[in-house]
């Protein structure tokens, strides 16, 4: 065994060692002892906000609470036959319940799959058989379509409320109600801590025509919030705004684990809005928030009160957004194999605009040339990322060894698919992906699952989905196609209409480009840059 070979498998150790004895049951229990009654997260519902200020409903969770209430629901999905390692469907609108939920899986060792809610039936019917669900819980507007493309699920728990809205699952839906299992008395069958069980699945979308289902561990979620902690130096008095999904992982880690390890509070709303951005922020004090671009944008053109943030989370630094806003922007990238942010800016020394930082301490991170070579300073090449299976890095792609196999090299460095530049200083930058992946808002979309879903209608020869660009969105889809010779006249209508039913909202074509034959690289690939060269970049003018 060589010198390098045993330093790595010390280092190794080091970050097993960094999490032994810790899993999240543990780390809410050490909140639970410190701060029973502190705030971990105060629920604003949009659609009841009036509702919300009366004394009757208490849309605060302490730490107590939700272990309590975490504690009664885990206990219920025991005494259902849920048993450790087996697989539960969280098909829900940022909510308590959807909190309450995942907590409740990990305090039972079941794992949380929480799935993307803007899916439609075909996805609902992968997930679910991909991990082989026993069970699912959803909210109302979504019961009907949970049941009917999960129909292995042994059984199904509904909300009484759409993300604070009324809401009724109706009589053809067979479900146990969410609010009874909320009342069960707690009886937890006794369980060790273990940092390197199975915790949660979330499906990302790759290269392949249907999403992967990245599995994390215990331990994967102990390190996230520990070093988002770390990278924000969030503490006990830190507020953050939380209105991206929790079903991905930007909020899941980047907001509600680093919280969760720093012992501080989350305002969490069901989405995204810009009218009560400012009324929310100044009335619980925010100091943080992650966002992405269309966000901060909509804000732009606002008058911007005195304020608490000390920063924002956005992606890169960008000085005109600290300028305008008066806070700072930390720049980082991550993804859903990478847990946490695999590189990140420092707060004081944030490097040049338009950075995503450096390499993230714990992580190596190399970038390569296309000869496999280390780029120099101006160079691109592709983004590869060096952690601990399990701990630093994802644990798997569950069900799917050959993508296993594929997105590691022999050395266990992790592709991300990612082209980052190598400033003149070291500082690294976005530059574009390598894989053939759309990024519409904040959901990453693979150009293959689209062009699989089209080709399945049999009107066309040949397909190739591009971004075009967006104003607010960065890119949205649309496709250039060879129509068949027998194609109906209004096939434009079929193809998207076929795509409304067959793929969530954000993966529909925007537009249908019929061409007598498509761009070719020397390879014979699909020049798809051509493609994309044509397309003129949508304004907020039209």
Known sequence: ??????????????????????????????????????????????????????????????????????????????????????????????????????????????????????????????????????????????????????????????????????????????????????????????????????????????????????????????????????????????????????????????????????????????????????EISLKYRCTWCSLIPFAFKALASQPIPKHQYRFWGVGAHIPKIDRLFGLKTIGWWGMTETITHGTVTDLDHPGPSGTMGRAAPSYEIQIRLENGKLAAPGQKGKLYIHGVRGVTLFKEYFGNPEANEIAFDANGWFDTGDIVRVGESGDLFFADRDKDMLKVGAENVAASEIESVIMQTGLVSECAVVGQKHYMLDEVPVVFVIANPKAPDDIQNRIIEHCKSNLADFKVVKEVHIVDELPRSTLEKIAKNELRSRLKAITKNG
């Open 1 to 278: 065994m060589t010198s390098s070979t045993q330093l790595s498998q010390q280092i190794d150790e080091t970050r097993r060692l960094a999490v032994a004895g810790m899993d999240i049951p543990w780390l809410l229990q050490q909140w639970v002892d410190k701060t029973p009654d502190k705030a971990f997260f105060i629920w604003e519902p949009s659609a009841a906000r009036d509702q919300a200020k009366s004394d009757e409903i208490d849309n605060t969770w302490s730490y107590k609470r939700l272990q309590r209430d975490s504690n009664a629901m885990a206990t219920a999905l025991a005494a259902q036959g849920v048993k450790a390692g087996d697989f539960i469907i969280i098909h829900l609108d940022n909510s308590p319940e959807f909190i309450i939920s995942w907590f409740a899986c990990a305090a039972l060792g079941a794992i949380a799959v929480s799935t993307n809610t803007r899916s439609v039936a075909r996805d609902l019917s992968y997930f679910a058989d991909h991990v082989n669900a026993v069970g699912a819980i959803t909210q109302p507007s979504f019961a009907q379509l949970v049941a009917s493309s999960c129909v292995n699920l042994k059984f199904l728990v509904v909300t009484d409320n759409d993300a604070g809205a009324p809401g009724n699952a109706g009589p053809e839906v067979e479900y146990i109600p969410f609010g009874e299992w909320l009342a069960t008395p707690i009886a937890l069958p006794p369980r060790k801590t273990q940092p390197l069980a199975d915790l949660s699945v979330q499906f990302t979308s790759g290269t392949t025509s249907r999403p992967k289902a990245v599995l994390w561990t215990h331990a994967n979620a102990l390190w996230g919030g520990k070093t988002g902690a770390a990278h924000m130096r969030l503490n006990q008095d830190d507020v953050t705004l939380v209105f991206l999904p929790l079903f991905h992982t930007n909020a899941q880690s980047y907001s509600m684990l680093s919280t969760l390890w720093a012992g501080g509070t989350m305002i969490l709303q069901p989405k995204y809005s810009a009218s009560r951005f400012w």
